[in-house]
């Protein structure tokens, strides 16, 4: 089973707007933690938000805020205030922390446009 | 503080070829991992180093694929012989410690034809 689906593969949205990327996981573990990356164009993996399992807060970072709610496994990303700088791949990932490894299991991916 | 650096850029082989990546991650940072971006895909992990020690290579090819990391610090992940299938961007990372945080590079994008 996958341990991370991303069903949006492209996403568009309007300059100054906000937009929603949709992440759900699966994982029996009771403690993990959740990422979301941003790769553009040029290949890098950017950290933009974390958000820990027991975390009683949803992870807020500028204009990037994670959507957690847990009982859906759901970690959506949201990014206020859109920039053409937004656009790029967007990865949801997750580590499990009770097994002690720390490899990261991603999605794959939603291609986000902004648009002028 | 300097980030991950990953050489070459890219690299274009034949079928059968070998190559081999660079890795050198940030100083001090104790675990390194080695990624496998298929297009289209996610990254996978293929191997992760705890200092100079292996601490996960469970999804590794090692009929093909081999890596190392000297003396703890930097790392090199060489195919041999090369598949179509290869084609991919391989990401190093590297973390201060065994559940901290990553910093990725910017990936070498192999092309096998």
């Known amino acids: 089973a996958q341990k991370i689906t991303q069903t949006q593969p492209g996403m568009f949205v309007q300059e100054k707007e906000a937009v929603t990327l949709d992440c759900t996981y699966d994982t029996s573990d009771p403690s993990y933690g959740l990422f979301w990356y941003k790769q553009p164009s040029s290949g890098e993996m950017i950290f933009l938000i974390y958000?820990?399992?027991?975390?009683?807060q949803n992870a807020t970072e500028g204009r990037y805020s994670l959507n957690f709610q847990k009982a859906r496994k759901s970690a959506n990303l949201v990014i206020s205030a859109s920039q053409l700088g937004d656009s790029a791949m967007y990865f949801c990932?997750?580590?499990?922390?009770?097994?002690?490894?720390?490899?990261?299991?991603f999605g794959t991916g939603t291609r986000l446009t902004v648009i002028p | 503080e300097a980030g991950v650096a990953q050489s070459p850029r890219y690299k274009i082989i034949e079928k059968r070829q070998s190559v081999a990546f660079w890795c050198n991650p940030i100083?001090?940072?104790?675990?390194l991992y080695w990624y496998q971006q298929i297009l289209g895909q996610g990254p996978k992990l293929l191997i992760q180093f705890q200092n100079n020690g292996v601490v996960d290579d469970s999804q590794l090819p090692k009929d093909r694929f081999s890596a190392e990391r000297l003396k703890g610090v930097d790392s090199t992940l060489k195919i041999q012989p090369a598949k179509l299938e290869d084609s991919a961007v391989y990401l190093c990372?590297?973390?201060?410690?065994?559940?901290?945080?990553?910093?990725f590079g910017s990936g070498t994008r192999l092309t096998v034809v």
């Open positions: 100083s001090g940072h104790a675990t």
């Open positions: 990372a590297s973390s201060f410690f065994k559940l901290g945080g990553y910093t």
């Open positions: 958000q820990g399992s027991y975390d009683q």
């Open positions: 990932a997750m580590r499990e922390l009770s097994t002690g490894a720390n490899n990261l299991f």
